[in-house]
């Protein structure tokens, strides 16, 4: 499993060892799904309002700086033998993961490690669009968060 990470924000500070973080918490989803089976790659950028709602803006026509956005790769593309599949792209918005955190009483690192947990799951191709498939989205985060060591992060 092979995550790179880009943190463009200076937001993303106040996370600690964010990058140790973000491998963790890619590697846990993935390997709740698939096991360990052939190398992939994840790329995030951990990024700040204005530069999410620009990329949110260019591929999805939103207008608004969302706290994760999920980009799975082509499936079709095959890599190199010997060379990690990419898996897709992760993007968080910094100020947006860190509102969100205050509001839900809960950590920037919690809250960063949902996100991260639930974006990997866009990946590999979960959704939430329909209440069934919410439910089973939310279930699988709450079992990879609690391996982790984090709080249910759909408790109220």
């Keep these: 499993m092979s ?3 880009d943190i463009e924000d200076d937001g993303w500070r106040r996370v600690p060892d964010l990058e140790e973080l973000a491998e963790g918490a890619v590697a846990a989803a993935v390997a709740w799904e698939r ?4 190398p992939l790659e ?3 950028l951990f990024t ?3 530069q999410a709602a620009l990329i949110n803006r260019e591929w999805r026509n939103e207008t608004y700086a969302p ?3 999920s980009f799975p790769a082509v499936a079709a593309i095959e890599p190199p033998p010997g ?3 990419p898996l897709g792209d992760i993007v968080l918005a910094a100020g947006v ?3 969100e955190a205050v509001e839900q009483g809960r950590s920037m690192e919690s809250h960063t490690a949902h996100l991260l947990v639930h974006g990997t799951l866009h990946l590999l191709g979960y959704d939430h669009m329909e209440p ?3 439910a089973k989205m939310e279930e699988v985060e709450t079992a990879i968060l609690r391996e982790l060591g984090y709080p249910d992060p759909y408790e109220r």
Excluded: F, K, P
Excluded at 35 to 38: N, P, V
């Design 3 to 5: 995550v790179l990470v």
């Design 132 to 134: 069934a498939d919410a």
């Design 97 to 99: 993961v860190a509102r």
């Design 35 to 38: 096991g360990s089976a052939d």
């Design 67 to 69: 706290n994760v956005l």
């Design 83 to 85: 060379e990690a599949r």
């Design 48 to 50: 700040g309002e204005d």
């Design 42 to 44: 994840v790329s995030i």
